[in-house]
T-cell receptor, first 115, second 114 residues
Framework: DQQVKQNSPSLSVQEGRISILNCDYT??????FLWYKKYPAEGPTFLIS?????DKNEDGRFTVFLNKSAKHLSLHIVPSQPGDSAVYFC??????????????FGAGTRLFVKA | NAGVMQNPRHLVRRRGQEARLRCSPM?????VYWYRQLPEEGLKFMVY????????ESGMPKERFSAEFPKEGPSILRIQQVVRGDSAAYFC????????????FGPGTRLTVT
């Protein structure tokens, strides 16, 4: 029962270009979404989040877009840098249902940024 | 300001042995969460604890797994009579009260069952 889906296991992008990571979810009750970045042998690090009352949130090179009608969100990284190479997890948090503690993760997309 | 600490980082156990994983939350954080990541999968919620209380353990297997967060000391995830299918990375996260969605993760413990 995958409530958060990241259908691309990997993505390869040239340095300086845009990286677009996609995520779909199935539960319309999700109201808070997060992206985490994970390097090998480390824990996930919070990157950016968006509330369901917004459709866009921007933080430096990172922008998250939310399309509630399509139950789809995406993470844009512009420009991409080699240090961005990592696994990116999309996550949803049904705070309205559970108080916000049970974060539900997608399977992750491995991003390779080539120099 | 140290982050979330987990130890050991790597743990090897034979089938039937017990595994104990420890997690010290960030300073000022009173909520602890345990997640498990199987190969090629995302993190799966296991249990949510506050000091001396288990708030939600809906993601914990019904048998062999237990968790505690005592008044003093780290949170412990205990797996009894380990089996090969328990091999995974176990991540602990912590948060402040009132911001349960802002979870900070530790580096994880990689458990290998031989």
């Amino acid at each position: 029962d995958q409530q958060v889906k990241q259908n691309s296991p990997s993505l390869s992008v040239q340095e300086g270009r845009i990286s677009i990571l996609n995520c779909d979810y199935t539960n319309s009750m999700f109201d808070y979404f997060l992206w985490y970045k994970k390097y090998p042998a480390e824990g996930p690090t919070f990157l950016i989040s968006i509330s369901s009352i917004k459709d866009k949130n921007e933080d430096g090179r990172f922008t998250v877009f939310l399309n509630k009608s399509a139950k789809h969100l995406s993470l844009h990284i512009v420009p991409s840098q080699p240090g961005d190479s990592a696994v990116y997890f999309c996550a949803a948090n049904p705070s309205g249902l559970t108080g916000g503690f049970k974060t539900i993760f997608g399977a992750g997309t491995r991003l390779f940024v080539k120099a | 300001n140290a982050g979330v600490m987990q130890n050991p980082r790597h743990l090897v156990r034979r089938r039937g042995q017990e595994a104990r994983l420890r997690c010290s939350p960030m300073k000022g954080h009173s909520h602890v969460y345990w997640y498990r990541q199987l190969p090629e999968e995302g993190l799966k919620f296991m249990v949510y604890l506050q000091k001396e209380n288990i708030i939600d353990e809906s993601g914990m297997p019904k048998e062999r797994f237990s968790a505690e967060f005592p008044k003093e000391g780290p949170s412990i995830l205990r797996i009894q009579q380990v089996v090969r299918g328990d091999s995974a990375a176990y991540f602990c996260a912590s948060s402040r009260s009132g911001t349960e969605y802002e979870q900070y993760f530790g580096p994880g413990t990689r458990l290998t069952v031989t």
